[in-house]
């Protein structure tokens, strides 16, 4: 799940529709790779003070990513982020094949799962590349403002760098439409450009020719805002609410998705996003 903006629901999507996809029965893993760490935050849990946690995962080669992992709901896993995970921008780039630290670190745990969601930090630098690196999709988490959609295109610009060297199979699923208001004539206009933009890559090959704007969006929900407060999921804190019944819907299309095209291609993971490798399940960004 990927923005270098912060404050577009980014965390909030990445709780929420791996929330639901654990409800519809699958094994989802979430990994907090942000230094904010607001996404324990979500599931009222503090990692004690001698945890593990990503940060450990990424710089002490002796750390296992079995003892990181936080059971939060049934089918629900996560792996707690720090404050200090900031300094390991750093601290990994001048270490060895830096890119793929963290495909290291959870290789042992990503066979256990169906779908793992990796909830990137608010830039582009070493932790966000380790993600792309990892991940078979990327989700781009944003608002339908014109702002947004000119920081679009250097995020994009980062994915294509990727997918030329470390991980020629990543691709763009789709841009996640959060806190949106459909009866703006701001937001409807924005969102027709984000098609009209996106359909003039259909056909060329890149890593977003298929890119698409995910439905439904998510609506601006005031509960969505309420729940971490009390550490919880929206399907804890308010389950008939409009942003429950948007990740439900989110997490339903996206898994059709998946489902179909592991009918077409049936050596593929059905429904990669980020994780496990292709021959191993369902995988997420």
């Known amino acids: 799940m990927l923005n270098q903006k912060g404050g577009v629901g980014k965390t909030t ?3 929420n529709l791996g929330a639901a996809l654990a409800e519809s029965g699958r094994r989802v893993l979430l990994v907090d790779l942000d230094p904010q760490s607001n996404l324990s935050l979500h599931f009222g849990v503090e990692p004690e003070d001698d945890a593990v946690t990503i940060y450990d995962l990424l710089l002490d080669p002796e750390a296992r990513a079995a003892d990181a992992i936080v059971r939060a709901r049934p089918n629900l896993d996560f792996i707690a982020s720090v404050t200090e995970l900031a300094l390991a921008e750093g601290e990994l780039a001048s270490a060895p094949d830096m890119q793929r630290t963290l495909e290291r670190a959870l290789r042992p745990v990503l066979s256990n799962y169906d779908v793992v969601l990796l909830d990137c930090p608010p830039s582009l630098g070493v932790l966000t590349v380790n993600a792309l690196t990892l991940s078979h999709e990327v989700i781009v988490p944003m608002l339908a403002q014109y702002l947004a959609l000119r920081g679009l295109e250097k995020l994009l ?17 789709g841009i996640l439409l959060c806190m949106h208001e459909g009866q703006s004539s701001h937001g409807k206009a924005v969102v027709e450009e984000m098609r009209t933009h996106l359909e003039q890559y259909r056909g060329l090959g890149l890593p977003w020719s298929e890119c698409q704007v995910l439905m439904p969006p998510v609506r601006r929900n005031v509960k969505l805002a309420e729940a971490p407060s009390f550490g919880k999921t929206i399907f804890d804190y308010a389950p008939a609410c409009a942003g429950a019944s948007d990740y439900r819907a989110l997490a339903a299309a996206l898994a059709a998705s998946w489902s179909d095209e592991a009918a077409v291609e049936p050596h593929a993971a059905s429904g990669a996003v980020a994780g496990a490798p292709r021959s191993g399940g369902i995988s997420l960004g």
């Open 13 to 15: 999507s990445t709780v």
């Open 157 to 173: 610009a980062t994915v294509h760098l990727v997918s030329q060297g470390l991980n020629p199979a990543l691709r763009v699923r």
